[in-house]
T-cell receptor, first 111, second 114 residues
Framework: GENVEQHPSTLSVQEGDSAVIKCTYS??????FPWYKQELGKRPQLIID?????GEKKDQRIAVTLNKTAKHFSLHITETQPEDSAVYFC??????????FGTGTRLQVFP | EAGVAQSPRYKIIEKRQSVAFWCNPI?????LYWYQQILGQGPKLLIQ????????DSQLPKDRFSAERLKGVDSTLKIQPAKLEDSAVYLC????????????FGPGTRLTVT
């Protein structure tokens, strides 16, 4: 069935460093890839998304890259700040129009 | 714009009891989703509505879970009878339509089954 794998499960960085989270998907028909940030006890919130006709998208300190051939996509956060600390989820929407989420990455940014 | 509303925010019940959750999506959003998020995991889709019709309920445990969206606006999700493994956060989300539109999540209902 459809599957999204996400790595790493935890990531600790120093403030100002970059953070990279990677996801792979199984459904080659997937065409929409959002990233959600979830702070403790709060709802997931969309931070960036990319569609399959684009290879890269950037929004200030956040960027997402997509490699359709390899079926993987990555989230890049530059100049990390303590408020970036949260759990990040990738997701993929494929043929069934269902969003399949990854297992999450807990990012900790130390001041 | 007002966000997705859910109630209650917290619920504690004993196993074998029943419970219901309510969701009101963003006005004008045709698609409504119920997700189950177990601690430490990503959200898992339980059921998806397009207006008042079910689009996908393949992962809904139909022997105990039911959901409806009778008038194509708000929705209820019911569990009867509850099991210990149903302890999770139940998230409702909505989107303008299907096909890659952003899903907006509600605050969730944290269910604890004892």
């Amino acid at each position: 069935g459809e599957n999204v794998e996400q790595h790493p499960s935890t990531l600790s960085v120093q403030e100002g460093d970059s953070a990279v989270i990677k996801c792979t998907y199984s459904d080659s028909a997937s065409n929409y890839f959002p990233w959600y940030k979830q702070e403790l006890g709060k709802r997931p919130q969309l931070i960036i998304d990319i569609r399959s006709n684009v290879g890269e998208k950037k929004d200030q300190r956040i960027a997402v890259t997509l490699n359709k051939t390899a079926k993987h996509f990555s989230l890049h956060i530059t100049e990390t700040q303590p408020e970036d600390s949260a759990v990040y989820f990738c997701a993929a929407k494929g043929n069934t129009d269902k969003l399949i989420f990854g297992t999450g990455t807990r990012l900790q940014v130390f001041p | 714009e007002a966000g997705v509303a859910q109630s209650p925010r917290y619920k504690i019940i004993e196993k074998r009891q029943s419970v219901a959750f309510w969701c009101n999506p963003i006005s004008g959003h045709a698609t409504l989703y119920w997700y189950q998020q177990i601690l430490g995991q990503g959200p898992k889709l339980l059921i998806q509505f397009q207006n008042n019709g079910v689009v996908d309920d393949s992962q809904l445990p139909k022997d105990r879970f039911s959901a409806e969206r009778l008038k194509g606006v708000d929705s209820t999700l019911k569990i009867q009878p509850a099991k210990l493994e149903d302890s999770a956060v139940y998230l409702c989300a909505s989107s303008l339509s299907d096909g890659g539109y952003e899903q907006y999540f509600g605050p969730g209902t944290r269910l604890t089954v004892t």
